[in-house]
């Protein structure tokens, strides 16, 4: 009986310590869930917030530590949704806003982002373009470059403005600035072209996208064609009576007609200087006139740089001799014959040496060179005369400009002389430019490509 009592009390206890154990395991087990789990939960919940969902939301079952971090976690995410709507309502008044603002510009306007694909267009733009604005929206300025001209020239100012050819503020708007659009019945309209390149105001280097400007300059450009027009047609009427004046002072000095006295006839000579350089500033104005109305046209023939130089030296043997003043002449042996213009490239010769021989000193020394570069060929003019202050050497192929050497400023011209070689070279579809430092001279020089026949 007592042996029966043990063995039962064994079992007894070996059950009760297998339940024990049981209990425990399950209590180690499921214990940490319940307590890690709400937590988890909560983790979960606050990354679908960061991720902008804020419609999370955490079920509160108890007034404990993490009740009322479910508590906190509800009221923040209903505040952050309200707070994003109310930031997508500010936005999209904001841009509703700016995009009302540039489709009322009257400035044609087309934005572009960093990869060039148009982004807006205002009504203005499609108009110019001649392409509704749905035709524009997502499509990059290369592949509408192949349809529209318009399209083409931005592309060339793209390209210029990624390889950082900016324009100088204090040069002219060239006329390739201007786009003519024909209109119906035969009207059209000039607008002058622009390209901003927005820029990362943290980091410069970084393009945000493009503004492309159409600017109506019609009124502007009509007025300067009547400009033109009116210099045009005064500066012929004036030049046949100063030439007649001029005869007749060339007819009083002929002694064949009879002597003047001394006095009389240094009143005829410096009449004579001041017709001819009347002349001059005429002939000058007509030739701009000209060139701005695009009614110039090159004469091609086969020339001789040889020829060239010394075609445009010949009016300046009286000169260089007055101040004993040396020429010198170097042509590249590989320089072939090429096809130009001889009266108009000779021109601008005439005006580099020109003013050489006006800056150089008494006895100095002019040098003229012909290079071939490339498919180029390159004439230049080197003087050792007073130089040319750095800040002005982008105002020298300006109209009308007259730059002080030496606190003097030449009062013999208009200041067109210049400005006329610029649009010469232009027209070879060549550039033209100076080189200088004040005190070590100047370097005039031009190059036009190399056509040979």
């Known amino acids: 009986m007592a042996q029966n009592l043990y063995f039962n009390a064994k079992v007894y206890v070996f059950l009760i310590l297998i339940l024990v154990l049981f209990i425990s395991g399950l209590a180690i087990y499921k214990f940490p869930q319940l307590i890690v789990k709400p937590i988890l939960d909560v983790t979960e919940k606050i990354k679908r917030v960061a991720e902008g969902d804020y419609e999370q939301q955490i079920a509160v079952e108890s007034d404990t530590e993490l009740g009322n971090l479910s508590k906190a976690f509800n009221i923040m995410s209903v505040k952050l949704k309200e707070f994003e709507e109310s930031n997508l309502d500010k936005i999209k008044a904001q841009k509703t806003r700016i995009e009302t603002i540039i489709k009322s510009i009257t400035d044609g ?46 592309v060339e100012s793209l390209e210029q403005s990624a390889a950082g050819q900016e324009g100088n503020d204090e040069e002219e708007i060239s006329s390739k600035d201007f786009i003519k659009v024909e209109q119906s019945e035969g009207n059209h309209q000039f607008f002058e072209k622009d390209v901003i390149d927005v820029q990362d105001t943290d980091d410069h280097s970084k393009s945000l996208g493009y503004i492309l400007l159409l600017k109506n300059v019609t009124y502007f450009k009509q007025s300067d064609e009547a ?17 007649a004046i001029n005869m007749c002072l060339m007819l009083l ?86 096809l130009a213009d001889t009266e108009k490239i000779s021109w601008v010769l005439i005006n580099f040496l ?22 180029n060929v390159e004439f230049a003019v080197n003087d050792k005369g007073p130089g040319i202050p750095q800040q002005d050497l982008g ?59």
Not at 112 to 127: F, Q, R, T
């Open 109 to 154: 306007l087309v934005i572009l982002n960093e990869s060039k694909d148009v982004i807006l267009a205002n009504d203005a733009a499609s108009v110019i373009l001649g392409v509704p604005e749905h035709q524009l929206i997502g499509k990059n300025v290369a592949e509408l470059a192949n349809v529209n001209s318009v399209m083409q020239g931005f």
């Open 395 to 453: 105002k020298v192929f300006q109209r009308f400009v007259q730059l002080q050497t030496n606190g003097a400023k030449n009062e013999k011209g208009l200041g067109l002389g210049l400005a006329i070689s610029k649009e010469v070279i232009t027209e070879h579809n060549g550039e033209i430019g100076v080189d200088s430092e004040v005190g070590t001279g100047s370097r005039f020089y031009f190059t036009i490509p190399l056509e040979v026949a």
């Open 253 to 338: 000095q002929d002694k064949r007609f009879g002597s003047l006295n001394p006095e009389q006839d240094e009143i005829v000579a410096s009449m004579k200087s001041e017709v001819q350089r009347l002349i001059k500033m005429v002939s000058e104005l007509l030739d701009i006139s000209k060139m701005e109305t695009g009614s110039i046209e090159l004469e091609k023939k086969l020339v001789s740089p040889k020829v060239l130089m010394n075609y445009s030296a010949a009016p300046f043997d009286g000169q260089l001799g007055e101040k004993d003043i040396k020429l010198e002449q170097i042509i590249d042996p590989k320089l072939p014959d090429f």
């Open 227 to 243: 400009k033109t027009n009116f210099i045009a047609v005064a500066s012929h009427e004036f030049k046949t009576p100063l030439s």
């Open 354 to 375: 020109s003013n050489a021989i006006r800056y150089t000193p008494q006895g100095g020394t002019i040098t003229i060179e012909a290079n071939r570069l490339d498919d």
